[in-house]
């Protein structure tokens, strides 16, 4: 989130030596330097434009005396092989080069190239004293960073230049307005998905285009085919989703230079499947994505206006490039929640160890939780938070006495009210959690009733979350059918005669009617 907020305050601002600025004030929240630095390519010079560090055992260093040549030490060589480098002890480091007014000191560097498309158009340093100060993730966290910058600087670069040229300003100070609002739109996309939709509703938007199509390969070995499209019919949209072309004839077509290229009616005649129409002319702008995938925008306009528009192919390429970077910001975005969603389950089932049962049953219900809500239609957002309210409906348990939770036969009152504060203290435990945030309503609401004699706050029918309401029924039937310490396990039979019966007064009847309908088919794929 903090990225994404850093990347928007970057693609507000049209001065170079500013995004430097906020890039090392900013960069300070995420990463501990002692020392950060922002160069700009000049020809063959680095020329620093940002600067900002602790001095003291850095002697007389400023801004002044980091000037270097491409090639030339540490920053340099990032320049020079457009490679990031994590130098862990920079003192005895081959290439390093010394700056001049500094005493020899133990530190540690990462250089990360600022690149836009093939090209190095600048250099990101940060620096920090001792040895061994960094790793790979904040390598990974600075190239993320790195990539949004890069369309910053090269944008504000553009802005700059052509200002100054007032002859040909105009075509690309609107080629540099429409890229930095193509990429503010993109910023904000975190999923693949969300971000190939956005790339071919902007790109028709952008370039007048009568039609727009992403791509992509899922690896090197498997078909290209079909993410996103816009302005095609009913019937065409049918016809693409049924196309695909394997990786001999994707590099065929794709595997060239990353400029974009036109192909003529008579050229899409040639390839299986295109459009064959007569009256448009396809534009391609490869993509080269990462593990070797490969992937295009096609974009189809009447015959005549992409052939005659210069300006249309360059903000093609710019496009291309700014759709490149936001698709591998959401693979590393989901990375990342893949990550965090493994973390958390972890910690579900740490913090659970004391109650076997509540373990296996959180994940249980995940997994039938989500069947339910994808068939109830739920939205990407509600299926998410599904996912983790499922996760952690039980995790206020750990504020359960275990006398209580493992007590071998029924509640006293006094017991009951105890067990029944559950949910209010998970909502707590989840409450210092920015991430869960949407999550705390979901996990207090789990025990609500459809009738409102539920618990914690009587809420009852539409007031109860639909996460909720779908736990709450997953919740019941995975309780019934498995062993606890006051009573056996019901059959599956019974179990379902229950919740049937207990429809639009304890049930959500609705999400009743699914989950039987979906239970026979999970249960013989995951057994309670």
């Not at 693979?331 to 160890?353: C, K, P, R, V």
């Amino acid at each position: 989130k903090m990225l994404q907020s850093l990347a928007g305050k970057l693609n507000r601002l049209n001065n170079v030596r500013e995004i430097g600025t906020v890039m090392v004030n900013e960069l300070r929240l995420l990463i501990d330097y002692h020392n950060c630095r922002v160069y700009f390519a000049e020809g063959d010079d680095l020329v620093p434009v940002a600067f900002k560090g602790t001095l003291g055992a850095y002697g007389e260093e400023n801004v002044e005396n980091l000037w270097c040549k491409v090639g030339e030490g540490i920053t340099g060589r990032a320049a020079a092989t457009g490679k990031s480098l994590l130098i862990n002890d920079a003192l005895h480091c081959e290439f390093a080069a010394d700056v001049p007014g500094t005493d020899d000191i133990d530190e540690s560097i990462i250089a990360v190239p600022l690149c836009y498309g093939s090209r190095v158009i600048g250099v990101l340093v940060i620096s920090k004293l001792g040895v061994d100060q960094f790793d790979e993730d904040d390598v990974r966290l600075l190239e993320v960073l790195a990539g949004h910058a890069s369309v910053a600087l090269e944008n504000a670069r553009l802005y700059e230049s052509q200002r100054s040229e007032a002859e040909n300003a105009k075509d690309s100070l609107e080629i540099a307005n429409a890229l930095l609002e193509v990429s503010r739109e993109l910023a904000t996309a975190e999923t693949l998905d969300e971000v190939v939709t956005r790339v071919v509703e902007l790109t028709t938007r952008t370039l007048g285009a009568t039609r727009a199509s992403v791509w992509l390969q899922e690896s090197e070995v498997e078909d290209l085919s079909v993410r996103a499209m816009h302005g095609h019919s009913d019937e065409e949209r049918e016809r693409l989703r049924g196309l695909s072309y394997g990786p001999t004839t994707t590099r065929q077509l794709l595997d060239r230079p990353a400029e974009p290229f036109l192909l003529s009616p008579d050229e899409l005649g040639t390839i299986d499947g295109a459009y064959a129409g007569g009256d448009l002319t396809f534009a391609v702008a490869p993509l080269k994505l990462d593990a070797r995938r490969l992937g295009c925008i096609a974009v189809g306009a009447p015959v005549g206006e992409l052939e005659s528009s210069e300006r249309k192919m360059r903000l093609l390429a710019g496009l291309a490039h700014q759709a490149k970077l936001a698709i591998a910001n959401a693979g590393s975005f989901q990375s990342l929640e893949d990550t965090f969603l493994s973390t958390i389950e972890a910690l579900a089932n740490a913090l659970e160890a004391n109650d076997a049962y509540t373990s296996a049953h959180a994940r249980w219900i995940k997994e039938m939780a989500l069947g339910v809500g994808r068939e109830l239609g739920l939205d990407a957002k509600s299926l998410k938070r599904l996912e983790l309210g499922a996760i952690f409906h039980d995790i206020g348990k750990i504020g359960i006495p275990s006398s209580v939770l493992a007590k071998p036969g029924p509640l006293t009152f006094a017991e009951r009210e105890v067990m029944e504060t559950h949910p209010e203290l998970g909502e707590k435990i989840l409450a210092p959690i920015a991430r869960l945030h949407d999550v705390r309503e979901v996990v207090r609401h789990c025990h609500e009733r459809w009738d409102g004699t539920g618990y914690p706050d009587g809420m009852e029918g539409e007031q109860i979350p639909i996460e909720s309401r779908v736990i709450f029924v997953c919740d019941a039937f995975h309780a019934m059918t498995t062993d606890r310490p006051y009573r056996p396990r019901l059959t599956v039979d019974e179990a379902s005669r229950r919740l049937h019966e207990a429809s639009g007064t304890q049930f959500d009847p609705r999400v009743v009617d699914i989950f039987l309908r979906l239970m026979p088919a999970a249960l013989s794929a995951h057994p309670v």
